[in-house]
């Protein structure tokens, strides 16, 4: 008898199906999915996707219940200087663009803190280039004149300043680092993050958006993520989606974070972060992260991170549909400023949170304020929170961890 090659194309089909069908079965059980298992989702078209991102609202709705989180904050951009160069980063500057300005003044970092205190925000997220003395003398010169040897010294004495002179707590970002310098921030920051973009070796391949950035190799990020968890700290992280990595890069990279995260149970956020092309740069003529990939990717992360991950998507960088992305399992949609742009994306404003809250309420959910640090992480243990530290959030946290007050804080002013 002889067999169509359309028979056979069927009949691939359906085995492939029903084994995606399993894996996802085994995610909503509360499986962990080890790579094969994921990367039975690289091939799924427009119906699967639907399939995979109803099962990662159901696993959302089963870990987190209908609350959905912002964290109120100040954006505090230390240093735009920065030894590394990226294909799409607005965000670094070369002294002879920084002015005189090469570092905020600790009056200016506690302005900042203190004004955005004012405004019940709780979170100061400290983002800033990395390293810049080892490229410019300038920036060297500054911080031996203040007393600092490096950029990481300076943001450990700017994060106690914020900790212990206002009502905020820092959340520090400054790129790669090593256990001493992460230990040295640990006692004034709730948590740190660093994302880890992707772990694609194309994308510091030649003509790659990370060549002339050796603080992107996957090796140095994913080893600051293992120092955190040996060190204990609640770690953000993520992925960035659109910058020429691929759907099997993505899934390699989540599972990376979830290996880390099964081994220390620090990993407190992941964030999928979606490309949006900047003028001025490298990758100014590259097409934005497109929709339907970035469902794909959220949903997916939500099935190898599994139902007690938190997972966040951005709402300013998907502006017009932002609210989409609650269906493909998110529980956070990040910092939310009443007063400081984004300094990373300064094209894409804020949601006003009137806006937030009524898009998230429409999609069946409670729009909650929350600290830096996620209450899991500070509730009912002692092992992640320095008692300094835990003593300050609990003041700021009600009882089931979130910031003391509710949404109704924040009434007209964001």
């Not at 990481?152 to 680092?177: Q, R, S």
């Not at 992260?289 to 139902?307: H, S």
């Not at 300064?346 to 949170?353: D, F, G, I, S």
């Not at 304020?369 to 300050?392: C, H, I, M, N, W």
Request: net charge negative.
């Amino acid at each position: 008898m002889t067999v169509s090659a359309h028979s056979c194309e069927t009949a691939l089909h359906t085995k492939a199906d029903a084994h995606l069908t399993e894996v996802i079965a085994k995610a909503m059980a509360g499986g962990s999915l080890i790579e094969a298992d994921a990367l039975s989702f690289l091939s799924a078209g427009p119906d699967a996707t639907k399939e995979i991102c109803a099962a990662a609202a159901f696993m959302r709705d089963q870990g987190k219940g209908n609350t959905v989180t912002f964290s109120p904050k100040v954006f505090i951009p230390l240093t735009h200087l920065c030894r590394d160069f990226c294909g799409y980063c607005t965000f670094r500057k070369d002294p002879t663009q920084s002015g005189a300005d090469l570092f905020m003044t600790p009056e200016q970092v506690l302005d900042v803190a203190n004004a955005g205190a004012a405004l019940g925000c709780t979170e100061a997220l400290f983002t800033l280039g990395e390293r810049p003395e080892q490229r410019y003398p300038e920036a060297r010169e500054w911080l031996e004149h203040r007393g600092f040897k490096t950029t990481l010294e300076y943001l450990t004495y700017v994060c106690k300043l914020v900790f212990e002179e206002t009502d905020m707590l820092p959340h520090a970002n400054p790129g790669t680092m090593a256990r001493r310098e992460i230990a040295a921030l640990q006692p004034f920051n709730p948590s740190i993050g660093l994302m880890l973009e992707s772990t694609s070796v194309a994308l510091y391949a030649v003509g790659g958006p990370h060549e002339f950035a050796p603080s992107k190799r996957p090796r140095v990020r994913l080893r600051t993520l293992e120092l955190a968890g040996e060190l204990r700290v609640p770690f953000t992280t993520g992925i960035l989606i659109g910058i020429g990595e691929n759907r099997r890069d993505r899934i390699e990279s989540l599972l990376a974070i979830a290996e880390l995260h099964a081994k220390y149970g620090h990993v407190q956020e992941v964030i999928i972060q979606n490309f949006r092309a900047k003028p001025d740069t490298a990758m100014e003529n590259s097409p934005d992260a497109e929709t339907d990939e970035f469902l794909w990717t959220v949903a997916v992360a939500r099935l190898v991170l599994g139902p007690e991950a938190n997972l966040q998507v951005p709402p300013n960088l998907s502006a017009k549909n932002y609210q989409i992305y609650l269906d493909a399992g998110i529980n956070d949609w990040g910092g939310v400023s009443p007063l400081t742009p984004d300094f990373v994306n300064p094209e894409a404003p804020w949601p006003a949170l009137t806006k937030l809250k009524t898009k998230t309420e429409a999609a069946g959910f409670q729009l909650r304020p929350r600290l830096p640090v996620y209450p899991e992480y500070f509730l009912g243990t002692k092992e992640f929170l320095p008692d300094s530290l835990a003593q300050k959030v609990s003041a700021m946290s009600d009882s089931e961890g979130y910031v003391a007050g509710g949404i109704q804080r924040y009434a007209g002013t964001i």
